[in-house]
Every structure is written in C-alpha cells, then in structure tokens.
C-alpha cells in the first residue's frame, strides 16, 4: 500500500519561502518512475486545486497562476517530491497535499493517493 507523508509546513510571514516535502513508500523507484506526483492545496473557502505536478521523467507542469512561485522537484532515488514556494502570500494559507498520481500524469481534480497534508499558513 503506498503512503506518503508530508513535511514542511507551519507559520510563515508574507514573502519568506518554504520548502515542502513528501516522502512516498510502499512502492519501488522503478515502478514510482512510472507515475507523476503532483502537490495539490485547498485554501479556505475554495475546492482543492493542483499546484503543480512532475512525471517520472522529471517534466514539470503547473496550474493555472502557478507558475513563477511554485516549483517542483523529484528524487526518484528517494522517492521524494518537494515543493518550493518563494514570497508566500497570505492567501496561500492552506492546507497542501502531495499525490501520487494513478499515471504518468496527474489530472487536475487529482486521482490516486494522497497524503494527509501539511498545513501552511501565512501571515501578513
């Protein structure tokens, strides 16, 4: 059974930067290469939206007003995937989870396991 645990999150101030991670087991590097793995968030009030997401083959893909802040990193070797967000906004606050994806890609509602999430808030 595959889990993944997310790590990272707490109470930040506008504009610091933060690094999440998410640790994946119960799965193999070489079957893991074979799905992406995506951070999704909900931020309060609002559905759950995809962050961005990265394929085994380490492709980069971002929702929409992501890009710019947001980056995406694996390490297959760890079985890992991180997050990194620069100048954090008040409303990024939210909780943020990691996915590992049903394919090679993920959807943006997000199909296949998920974590539990860490939470971020931001403070002004």
């Known amino acids: 059974q595959v889990q993944l645990v997310e790590s990272g999150g707490g109470l930040v101030q506008a504009g610091d930067s933060l690094r999440l991670s998410c640790i994946i087991s119960?799965?193999?590097?070489?079957?893991?290469?074979?799905?992406?793995m995506g951070w999704y968030r909900q931020t309060p009030g609002h559905q759950r939206e995809l962050v961005a997401y990265?394929?085994?083959?380490?492709?980069?893909f971002y929702g929409d007003s992501m890009k710019g802040r947001f980056s995406i990193s694996r390490d297959n070797d760890k079985n890992a995937v991180y997050l990194d967000v620069n100048n954090l906004r008040p409303d990024d606050t939210g909780v943020y989870f990691c996915?590992?994806?049903?394919?090679?890609?993920?959807?943006?509602?997000?199909?296949?396991?998920w974590g539990r999430g860490t939470q971020v808030t931001v403070s002004s």
């Open positions: 990265i394929t085994g083959g380490h492709t980069d």
């Open positions: 119960g799965t193999d590097g070489t079957d893991a290469r074979n799905h992406a």
């Open positions: 996915l590992y994806c049903q394919y090679y890609r993920c959807s943006s509602t997000g199909q296949g396991d």
